[in-house]
């Protein structure tokens, strides 16, 4: 039991680097889009809410397999009808020579990018995040008191000038919340050996195909757990360093 | 009280009924085999002979559609009773279920895309290219073991590897070739390419159906029907019915 154990964790570890890449690719950009959101948000204008609002609806109400096939098998989909029927470009072509040419090279482009599996992981992977992280920062930022904002005001600052003293506060107090997210990530990322990658998910399903051994999953469990234990520790160390200054009171 | 009588009398008849039950589990997505036709009905080669061998046997068949890499899993946790499911009978399943006598000798077949890949001298012109195949087949562990140098691309289901081989992401599938002709006829952009391929220690040692091991008794059963099928010509006919 034991050493077919480790011999199944040596050939499960070759699905680490697609893992752990996008993870922490989906991670980074998602907190990025979400912080960018979550200031959008602020503001009381409709025209950025709804659309922001209809994009979290859409990628929290969705499950995310549902997201990773439709980016990576819906394109495909278009790329066969539109090569088939030409008909279409040519009207347009007809008409508007210049943006027809940009727009089909972009498709173009674009389609390259959609074509290896491990962008539409990662797409899926970022949009789907971005939008749960939207709602905690969101939400975070919605919870700072009010005195806050009249306290910047009371200095003489304007909307942009009092964001940058509350942000970090929002964003050091939305910490703990926010680690859930980054370990829903990871775990999200065993969908991806359903679009072709072989991550971790992926090579246990093709040891599970030959050896059809329990102790495989076990294996994979402790490796996913690993990886989950040491991102919550940091994300730990992290929280306890941002709110150094409410812990010394 | 009469009533209530009869309603445990049938009650008692219904469960004894279903202790006579035969539950298979199986892929539904590999026509000719097994697969949903038009009316959502479930078809195949295998599905007539379960539900032949049920019929000699006086049995009902069920049948569960599950995960392919899941059927010896759910027959080792009695889950299911049998599986028939176009398994080849490897030395590794083997080693974890019993198999009947073979009720079909199979073979492997290269596909590609009409106008890309057509044709195929050797397996070796396929080196550095992407080929898509079912994880945790079979044909998956042929292409690792003996072409190292192929990109393997593995996919739940055979039905995506055909969607990305028509959006060029891959240039071949590795399939069974009967499976392969139901593609044909389904999809008229895929041909075949290369001969069909058979290597007696993955592909070709024939498909069985698999049940728990030390269950001698549905073994036994399934051994003497299936005998008794190809003696009397039932078998052809439903050879003839699917692969020809």
């Known amino acids: 039991m034991s050493d077919k154990f480790f011999y199944y964790l040596s ?118 995040s971005a939008a749960y992280t939207t709602l905690i920062f969101h939400g975070a930022l919605k919870a700072v008191p009010q005195g806050h904002w009249q306290a910047c005001s009371a200095l003489g600052m304007n909307r942009t000038q009092s964001l940058k003293v509350i942000l970090p506060y929002a964003l050091k ?26 991550d971790v998910m992926g090579y246990n399903q093709f040891l599970n195909g030959q050896y059809y051994d329990f102790t495989i999953f076990i294996a994979t469990g402790c490796i996913y757990i690993l990886i989950n234990g040491l991102l919550s520790i940091i994300m730990r160390l992290l929280e306890k360093k941002a709110l150094a200054f409410e812990n010394n009171q | 009280m009469k009533k209530i009588f009869l309603i445990a009398a049938l009650t008692g008849a219904v469960f004894t009924a279903s202790a006579k039950d035969i539950n298979f589990g199986l892929e539904a997505t590999y026509a000719p085999y097994e697969f949903y036709d038009d009316n959502n009905i479930l078809v195949g080669f295998d599905i007539d002979i379960a539900n032949k061998i049920c019929q000699e046997l006086n049995y009902t068949c069920k049948f569960t559609n599950q995960s392919f890499d899941s059927l010896i899993p759910s027959l080792k946790t009695r889950r299911i009773d049998a599986s028939i499911s176009a398994l080849d009978m490897t030395p590794e399943r083997r080693e974890q279920v019993d198999f009947s006598q073979s009720y079909y000798t199979n073979m492997a077949q290269f596909i590609g895309l009409s106008g890309h890949l057509e044709s195929l001298n050797s397996i070796s012109e396929l ?74 220690e993955y592909i070709g040692s024939g498909l069985g159906i698999a049940v728990r091991k030390g269950n001698s008794v549905l073994l036994d059963q399934f051994n003497q029907v299936l005998t008794k099928m190809k003696a009397d010509g039932s078998y052809d006919q439903i050879y003839a019915k699917w692969f020809n």
């Not at chain 1, 680690?179 to 072989?198: H, Q």
């Not at chain 2, 289901?157 to 969607?163: D, H, K, N, P």
């Not at chain 2, 081989?165 to 895929?190: Q, T």
């Open chain 1, 11 to 128: 050939h499960l570890i070759n699905g680490l680097p697609i893992t752990i890449s996008l993870s922490l690719a989906g991670i980074l950009s998602a907190c990025i889009i979400s912080i960018g959101l979550s200031i959008l948000l602020i503001s009381k204008r409709w025209y950025i809410i709804h659309p922001i609002r209809i994009f979290i609806t859409v990628f929290t109400g969705t499950p995310l397999l549902v997201q990773l096939f439709l980016i990576y098998y819906g394109p495909a989909q278009f790329q066969v009808t539109r090569e088939s029927s030409s008909l279409l470009w040519q009207v347009f072509y007809y008409y508007n020579p210049t943006q027809c040419y940009i727009l089909r090279e972009f498709l173009h482009y674009l389609w390259q990018l959609l074509s290896y599996p491990w962008f539409c992981a990662y797409l899926a992977l970022t949009l789907n």
């Open chain 1, 173 to 198: 107090r939305a910490l703990s919340s926010y680690s859930n997210e980054v370990i829903f990530v990871v775990k999200g990322t065993a969908l991806t050996s359903t679009i072709t990658l072989m």
């Open chain 2, 127 to 200: 080196n550095q290219k992407r080929v898509g195949v079912q994880n945790g087949t079979t044909l998956q562990k042929y292409l690792v073991d003996k072409f190292p140098k192929i990109n393997i691309v593995s996919y739940d289901s055979y039905q995506y590897a055909v969607l990305d081989l028509k959006a060029n992401r891959i240039d071949a599938i590795l399939i069974d070739s009967a499976a392969a002709s139901e593609w044909f006829k389904k999809e008229p952009s895929l041909v075949g390419i290369g001969e069909k391929i058979t290597d007696p």
